[in-house]
């Protein structure tokens, strides 16, 4: 322990966005470590984690003792209450201190508000528990949050751990040097990341900063067995994610190949690319020397990384990765690409190799270079194990941090100021002209969403929701809340969900009373609603009615909000639905246009979902929705890509009745939105030799046509159903994919101008 103060009691709390996480494993290392150097700490998050974030023993036991800010929404706005009247003029402050640090557009500045009620209660938690400091790591949300804490109440102090890159790629909209500059003061985690931090804030900040890495437990992660010779044993661990670089270290393993090098690679992680790396390691004709291993614990990683020769990190950008500080830590060598802060880590030619980014050429050499030297691998893995043990132990960082906090919380009088003097109308967010966007350093930042809320409708689904329960836990993105709406369900269906809530944190169950019967269409949507009561729509920023009779690849929904950030006007979008053929048991797609998203997994935007007046509680719901989407401006899609393909255990419109009910009741809701006679026919025709061939034509016609006969009502919007006959002439005669593109060409400028002046 330090001998600054060393007889002083020092407490602080820990926030994070996300607490714990799998990808933040060694922020509990370090909360552990900063105890053991005589810090108390008391772990925040801003939300909990689902169960696919906690992987380890230690995740569960950390996971126990932290407190949530966002525990119930009645509690938050209970405090946000009381706050506002114990404190009006520190509540007035965040409010415009909040404004400030959104990037501007209607999402961020009502995020921003969203983040003073967060402030609010974490204001009131901290002093609840006697503490007057507050760290933060990464500067997101949880970043905004503490500091709006500090406008509040300025008897509060915070301060900032900076990792990158993720912060050095979103400069502007995490408002990096007002946060920056408010702290207390900022660990940076390597010399690297430090300059980065200086070259966005101004020069009198800079004393604040200092360079503490991060560290990895030596006695924990200590050379075991090694691999068994013969081939050579490649591994990389990380998120499969387009930073990482995977397809240029594929393409390099082949050109290994080619130069008679036996190999074999492990990849370690799961994430959205996983799909398209299955498929490029076939293209290459690699596919049986690549292992996908899948995300694993803390607990089951040494055994992968005993079994490596080399580690690899073909990253376009990096921090300081805790993979390579693992990897050296246990006596294996390792290449690197040359960013961020890896050649702080990795000395070339001593500790591993150091090669250009972005070059699947370059990673080729420095792994053909070092198979061809094979022998001293060892005496690399020696001197890794030495830097790690000297620089970059978990102890080491809990010393440093130990003598950090005393000097700014319980040090000298001395010590430097800082942490309230930031104002309002200071700093801004930076130069806005420099700041990276897109290509293949872009990281996506989840932790800036309010997250998304999932509805299901339910009625005796017990056959096949397991496997939408699983394919929703296993998301690479949990829901920050699912509800399930239970319709009267007779079979195992209301058992299953409550083996499945003791399971996920964010499963919540609504029941409704049996009303004898399944209804598909307004039934559904009835259900839907029920469960939407149950919701306070403001704290989210996306909602999905998704079926319980789907199975999804596990990044699905991280993608659809990708996709969604990329495109601002995208309002509601889905994957496609394909289904397992009862003859052949081949997957075969649902025919489903690409101007919709489809019914069974309907995400929307919730500004878009209000917008629209929500779903008509009718049949062809999921039909209108859309249309009104690109009414108003909005886009509406679904994307066969295949990450975001899923299985639809049941197919299309035979959850009633059979196809022929379902296709006939289709055709009824055709006539029901206003869909004209010829388009009618059109599409049947077009349907005719799609499963169930003729059949399920016909019935959709006989449903059209008879609904017409009887005189049946329609959909009451004039308006709307002149804008749908128009497109479906359009469609008609140009195609569909040229009608949608020239009518959200029509609807682009209408759009900007209701969002621009705040009208939607």
């Avoid at 694993?296 to 921090?319: K, L, N, P, T």
């Avoid at 909000?561 to 496609?576: D, P, Q």
Wanted: aromatic content about 8%.
């Amino acid at each position: 322990m330090s001998d600054i103060a060393a007889g002083s009691r020092v407490r602080v709390a820990y926030l994070n966005t996300e607490y714990p996480s799998l990808s933040h494993t060694f922020i509990e290392r370090e909360v552990r470590a900063v105890r053991r150097a005589g810090i108390e700490i008391v772990p925040f998050t801003v939300r909990r984690t689902g169960a696919t974030g906690r992987l380890s023993r230690e995740h569960d036991e950390a996971a126990e003792e932290v407190v949530c800010v966002l525990d119930g929404w009645g509690r938050l706005l209970k405090d946000a209450l009381a706050e506002a009247l114990s404190r009006p003029a520190g509540t007035a402050r965040a409010l415009v201190a909040s404004q400030r640090l959104s990037c501007g557009g209607l999402g961020s500045r009502l995020r921003h508000v969203a983040y003073v009620l967060e402030a609010a209660r974490l204001a009131r938690l901290l002093r609840r528990r006697g503490l007057g400091h507050v760290h933060v790591h990464m500067a997101n949300n949880g970043a905004a949050v503490a500091l709006l804490a500090t406008v509040i109440d300025r008897s509060l102090g915070y301060s900032l751990s900076i990792h990158g890159s993720a912060e050095f790629f979103h400069v502007d909209t995490w408002a990096l040097k007002a946060k920056a500059e408010g702290a207390m003061f900022v660990r940076c985690i390597s010399d690297f990341c430090r300059a980065q931090v200086m070259a966005w804030s101004d020069p009198p900040a800079w004393g604040r900063m200092h360079v503490i890495h991060c560290g990895v437990d030596v006695e924990r992660f200590r050379p075991g067995g090694g691999p068994s010779g013969g081939e050579l044993g490649l591994l990389t661990v990380g998120r499969l994610h387009p930073i990482k670089g995977y397809p240029l270290l594929l393409e390099a393993c082949r050109m290994l190949k080619d130069r008679g090098v036996a190999w074999r690679l492990e990849m370690v992680g799961d994430g959205p690319m996983r799909g398209e790396l299955e498929a490029r390691a076939r293209e290459l004709g690699i596919d049986d020397q690549v292992v996908f291993s899948g995300a694993v614990g803390q607990d089951a990683i040494r055994e992968h990384y005993e079994r490596a020769d080399i580690v690899v990190v073909s990253s376009f950008m990096e921090g300081v990765p805790v993979v390579l500080m693992e990897a050296m830590a246990m006596g294996k060598a390792v290449l690197a690409t040359n960013v961020g802060g890896i050649p702080e880590l990795v000395e070339r030619g001593l500790t591993g190799e150091v090669v250009p980014p972005g070059s699947a050429s370059s990673l080729a050499d420095g792994l053909f270079s070092m198979a061809r030297g094979r022998e001293r691998l060892k005496e690399m893995g020696a001197a890794a194990r030495s830097k790690i043990v000297g620089e970059f132990s978990i102890e080491g960082t809990g010393e440093q941090m130990e003598r950090l906090f005393r000097q700014y919380l319980g040090g000298p009088s001395d010590a430097p100021s800082g942490g309230r003097a930031w104002r309002p109308g200071r700093g801004g967010s930076g130069r806005r002209d420099q700041t990276t966007h897109g290509g293949p350093g872009q990281v996506t930042a989840m932790d800036d969403a309010r997250g998304y809320v999932l509805i299901s409708p339910c009625r005796n689904e017990a056959a096949y929701m397991r496997r939408t329960l699983e394919s929703v836990a296993s998301q690479t993105a949990a829901p920050a809340l699912w509800v399930v709406v239970d319709d009267g369900s007779t079979d195992e269906t209301a058992r299953i969900l409550e083996e499945y809530r003791a399971r996920l944190p964010y499963l919540r169950v609504v029941t409704r009373a049996n009303r004898g019967k399944r209804a598909v269409g307004p039934g559904v949507i009835e259900a839907f609603y029920d469960g939407l009561a149950s919701v306070d729509l403001e704290r989210f920023e996306y909602v999905c009615k998704l079926d319980l009779d789907l199975e999804l690849p596990p990044g699905y929904f991280q993608i659809l909000i990708e996709r969604m950030r990329a495109e601002a006007r995208l309002g509601t979008c889905s994957g496609k639905p394909y289904f397992p053929d009862q003859s052949t048991g081949k997957l075969v797609p649902e025919v489903c246009g690409d101007e919709m998203s489809v019914g069974m997994t309907k995400f929307y935007r919730v500004e878009c979902f209000r917008q629209i007046g929500g779903f008509v509680r009718e049949v062809m719901w999921d039909g209108i929705d859309c249309h009104r989407c690109r009414m108003l401006g909005w886009i509406a899609c679904s994307l066969d890509e295949p990450e975001l393909r899923f299985v639809h255990l049941r197919p299309m419109g035979s959850s009633q009745k059979g196809i022929w009910t379902g296709r006939k009741r289709h055709g009824y809701g055709q006539y029901f939105m206003g869909t004209g006679v010829s388009y009618i026919a059109a599409s049947a025709l077009f349907r005719l030799l799609e499963p169930p061939a003729i059949v399920g034509s016909a019935a959709m016609l006989w449903g059209y046509l008879s609904a017409m006969a009887r005189r049946r009502p329609r959909y009451g919007d004039a308006g709307f159903r002149r804008f749908l006959r128009r497109y479906q002439w359009e469609a008609l005669f140009r195609g569909k994919a040229a009608a949608t593109r020239r009518t959200n060409d029509r609807s682009a400028t209408a759009w900007s101008a209701q969002w621009a002046t705040g009208k939607a």
